[in-house]
């Protein structure tokens, strides 16, 4: 079985009990607002990266990051992209398996014409009553399945 960490919306933020719980990954994804690059580099040293920006990531370093991207981990192909609303694919159609999205900061896991869309929340300051949140994908011989884990109460 393959673990893959999912992170967004840090803002600078770099929680140990976030770094924790993506200790272990075989992979990490973190999907925008990332909010400083050493994040990516604490991210990177715990597992292979993958890392898009965010609407916050403006600054000359955030410019080497796409606004989207796709991994394919263990034949599963993973879409990230910030905000979910700007998809203009049909993930299914491209063979993509799982969507991952932040933004919104409202950790989330729905399935959708065979394709899973996860929001893991945000794992940096907290934004109102939303919880402070990462997940995860478990990917095992094709079947793939993600859950939510809160770092601090909602």
């Given amino acids: 079985m393959i673990r893959v960490g999912l992170i967004s919306d840090t803002h600078g933020l770099l929680r140990p009990e976030a770094l924790a ?4 990954s ?3 994804v973190h999907a925008g607002d990332v909010g400083d690059p050493t994040i990516l580099e604490a991210l990177a040293a715990i597992a292979p ?3 898009i920006r965010g609407n916050v990531d403006t600054d000359a370093w955030a ?9 394919t981990i263990d034949g599963v192909t993973i879409h990230v992209l910030h905000d979910v609303a700007a998809l203009r694919i049909e993930p299914h159609a491209h063979g993509i ?4 999205f932040g933004h919104s900061h409202k950790p989330s896991v729905t399935e959708r014409d065979g394709v899973l869309y996860v929001n893991p929340g945000s794992a940096g300051p907290r934004r109102f009553r939303l919880p402070i949140a990462v997940a995860e994908l478990r990917i095992d011989s094709g079947s793939v399945s993600a ?7 909602g």
Avoid: K, M, N, S
């Fill in 21 to 24: 719980f993506l200790a272990g």
């Fill in 26 to 28: 075989d992979h990490i």
């Fill in 49 to 51: 990266l993958t890392a």
């Fill in 63 to 71: 410019r080497r990051l796409p606004e989207t991207t796709r991994v």
């Fill in 97 to 100: 398996r799982v969507v991952v």
């Fill in 147 to 153: 859950h939510i884990h809160e770092l601090a109460p």
